[in-house]
Every structure is written in structure tokens, then in C-alpha cells.
């Protein structure tokens, strides 16, 4: 059984997701061509300590990761589709770059991001790719109701990548959020058995995150260990918020 989170915890939560919210829209104004990934870490550092938040990503160390982690956000260009790291690369117009952003605040965890188009050539394959991901991440929102299971909110995101025909990127998902970033269960963007085990109901906590390819699922992981990029070079998008489940519904808790 996922944990309930009371009323006064979700408020703790919404406050780190505001921080994360005001930090995406403060990365996103900046993301124009010439700017460097480090940059806009740079950024997101300022805005969250100004915000009395701590940086989730900062220093964290997952298990499968070779290395401390070395910024405030994930910056994955073009064909990374997750999990790209702050660097000197600059940004040029036409980029698909997707900002993800974690922060704490009394404890609580926000996480959240976004895909941006970069200057004024943005293509309309890229503009349509962000919004099947859009729609997929409001989809999967729309799924997370008191007595739901995983594989609602699965399907739901599902259904959306299959009727644009985009590619899922496997073996990722979203995850339960709470005192940490990373809390079970794993949160799957595609239906598979043993999901319609996993309930949900009011007081859950999710972050959900479609992260929806062009071209086909086969990837790989820069030499870095970190940033995971597609095999075939297409590109991705990737959005997510924090959510929480309701008995009015579900709650986006990632908004400014
Ligand atoms: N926000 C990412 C996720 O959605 C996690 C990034 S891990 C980090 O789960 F170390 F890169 F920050
Ligand atoms: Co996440």
C-alpha cells in the first residue's frame, strides 16, 4: 500500500513544487541559442537556494549511476532522451531540450520537467512530439483517482503515445515522491502485468514522466553513465509532474 500523505504533507510538497515550477520558468526564459547547459544549471541552483529549497539532483547517487550526480537539473538535448548532464554545450536554435528539475523544501520532495523548443526554427515534427508527450503526461494525471491501479494511469499514457505513433523509452518510468525523490513503486508508461496490483488512493504521491521517442526504443547510455541517448539518433521529449491523488481528483503539486 503506497503511503497517505496528510493534508499538511502535500501542502509541504506543493511548496517544493512550487520552487521547481518557478525554477522551470525561469530555466525556460533562458534556454535561447548560445547559452550553455551550465548556464542554465547555474540558474536553477540561484532560484531554488533564493527559494530556501535544496537541490534534489545535486549529489545524488543512485545505485546504477558510476558518479555523484553534478547539478540542479537534467538537460537533455535533441537525442537524449533523459538524464543529460549540465555541460559547456551550447544551446543552438531548433534544439529540443528537455529541463528537469527536483527540489526539497522542509523535507518534501517536488520533480518536475519540461521540453522546450530552442529560438524560432523550432520543426513542427518537434512541436507535435511535445504535445503527444504533453498529452500523454495529462492523460496519466487524469488517471490517478482513488481506487485506480498503475495500470490505469499506464494505459492512459499508452493510448496516447500509440495513436501519435511514438516509441516509449523502456525501462523507465515515473516513481513514487515523498521525504525522498525516489520512492516506490515504479510508475510505468506502459501497461504490463502485475500493475493492476499496485492501488491507489487518496493521500498517494506520484511523479509521472512519458518520455516518448520519434524514432525507434533502442538506446544508450553516454560514456558519462548518466545520460541515456537513442540509438538511432531521433529525438525525444520528456515532461513530468508531481502529483497527488485525491478524493476531489488528481492534484498537479509542480505548478508555480
Ligand atoms: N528527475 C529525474 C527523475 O525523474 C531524476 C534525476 S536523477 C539525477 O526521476 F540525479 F539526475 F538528478
Ligand atoms: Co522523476
Known amino acids: 500500500m503506497l503511503p497517505a500523505r496528510t493534508d499538511a504533507e502535500l501542502d509541504a510538497m506543493r511548496d517544493a513544487g512550487r520552487v521547481v515550477a518557478q525554477t522551470l520558468a525561469a530555466v525556460r526564459a533562458a534556454a535561447v541559442p548560445g547559452v550553455r547547459l551550465r548556464d542554465l544549471d547555474d540558474l536553477a541552483q540561484t532560484c531554488i537556494r533564493e527559494a530556501g529549497a535544496t537541490s534534489s539532483f545535486l549529489g545524488y547517487k543512485p545505485a546504477w549511476a558510476p558518479t555523484a550526480y553534478n547539478g540542479a537539473l537534467c538537460l537533455s538535448p535533441n537525442e537524449v532522451v533523459v538524464h543529460g548532464r549540465p555541460s559547456g554545450q551550447r544551446l543552438k536554435d531548433g534544439d529540443l531540450l528537455s529541463i528537469d528539475c527536483g527540489a526539497v523544501v522542509d523535507g518534501w520532495n517536488g520533480d518536475a520537467a519540461i521540453t522546450v523548443q530552442v529560438g524560432s526554427h523550432g520543426s513542427a515534427d518537434d512541436a507535435r512530439l511535445v504535445t503527444a508527450t504533453e ?85 544508450r547510455h553516454k560514456k558519462d553513465g548518466w545520460a541515456v541517448v537513442t540509438a538511432d539518433g531521433r529525438r525525444a521529449a520528456h515532461v513530468e509532474h508531481t502529483v497527488a491523488v485525491t478524493d476531489d481528483g488528481p492534484v498537479v503539486l509542480t505548478l508555480p
Open 135 to 219: 498529452e500523454a503526461l495529462a492523460a496519466g494525471i487524469a488517471a490517478a483517482v482513488p481506487g485506480a491501479t498503475l495500470i490505469d494511469v499506464a494505459q492512459a499514457i499508452d493510448a496516447v503515445a500509440r495513436r501519435y505513433g511514438y516509441a516509449h523509452l523502456p525501462d523507465h518510468g515515473g516513481h513514487g515522491i515523498g521525504r525522498s525523490m525516489h520512492e516506490p513503486p515504479f510508475v510505468p508508461n506502459r501497461p504490463h502485468a502485475g500493475l493492476d496490483r499496485v492501488r491507489l488512493h487518496a493521500g498517494s504521491t506520484l511523479a509521472i514522466e512519458p518520455m516518448l521517442l520519434a524514432g525507434g526504443e533502442r538506446y
